[in-house]
């Protein structure tokens, strides 16, 4: 079925460090794909998104590429802040044109100064 | 501009009460969808609405939830009678849906329910 697996944290790293998040998701056509990320205590929020293979989402450093070959959508960032300390969530759209979103678990991420 | 808004953001009852969450979506959204957030099944849609009109509710968990949207701007989650289990985050998020994709879900900031 539709799904989207993405790494389990919890994940912690230190102030600078390199960030990735892994999530992959079962290829059925080429669904939007997106990252939201949730502050404690809030909603969702979108970080990025892409629509088509080969697209780069980026957002406030965060970048991730659509990666049909490997059914991939990876989330980067070269040099985390505190401030980045959130839960990530990467998600699918089921099929073109389809208003479901499909979520993966959630990652949580700590940043220490 | 006004974000989703929702009503009330917490929420304590005690078993069997009735309990109701309301959700206000952003002006000019054509869709309204109801999450819910709990530890052990992550985020789960419960339903979605498409122009007011129910598009798919088989994530509605049972007959004790409800849901409805009577107009473009308001929406309830009802659960009667309320459970334990049931206690979660609940999350309302709307969008602007059009023919070309899924298109970005903006989400309010939740109501945390307790059933004790």
């Known amino acids: 079925g539709d799904s989207v697996t993405q790494m389990e944290g919890p994940v912690t790293l230190s102030e600078e460090a390199f960030l990735t998040i892994n999530c992959t998701y079962t290829?059925?056509?080429?669904?939007?794909l997106f990252w939201y990320v949730q502050y404690p205590g809030e909603g969702l929020q979108l970080l990025l998104k892409a629509t088509k293979a080969d697209d780069k989402g980026s957002n406030k450093g965060f970048e991730a590429t659509y990666r049909k070959e490997t059914t991939s959508f990876h989330l980067e960032k070269g040099s985390v802040q505190v401030s980045d300390s959130a839960v990530y969530f990467c998600a699918r759209a089921l099929g073109r044109g389809a208003q479901k979103l499909v979520f993966g678990q959630g990652t949580r991420l700590t940043i220490n100064p | 501009d006004a974000g989703v808004i929702q009503s009330p953001r917490h929420e304590v009852t005690e078993m069997g009460q009735e309990v109701t969450l309301r959700c206000k979506p952003i002006?000019?959204?054509?869709?309204l969808f109801w999450y819910r957030q709990t530890m052990m099944r992550g985020l789960e849609l419960l339903i979605y609405?498409?122009?007011?009109?129910?598009?798919?509710d088989s994530g509605m968990p049972e007959d004790r939830f409800s849901a409805k949207m009577p107009n473009a701007s308001f929406s309830t989650l009802k659960i009667q009678p309320s459970e334990p289990r049931d206690s979660a985050v609940y999350f309302c998020?709307?969008?602007?849906?059009?023919?070309?994709?899924?298109?970005?879900?903006?989400f309010g900031p939740g109501t945390r329910l307790t059933v004790l």
């Open positions: 998020a709307s969008s602007l849906a059009h023919q070309g994709g899924a298109d970005t879900q903006y």
């Open positions: 002006s000019g959204h054509n869709s």
């Open positions: 609405f498409n122009n007011n009109v129910p598009i798919d």
């Open positions: 290829a059925t056509g080429y669904p939007s």
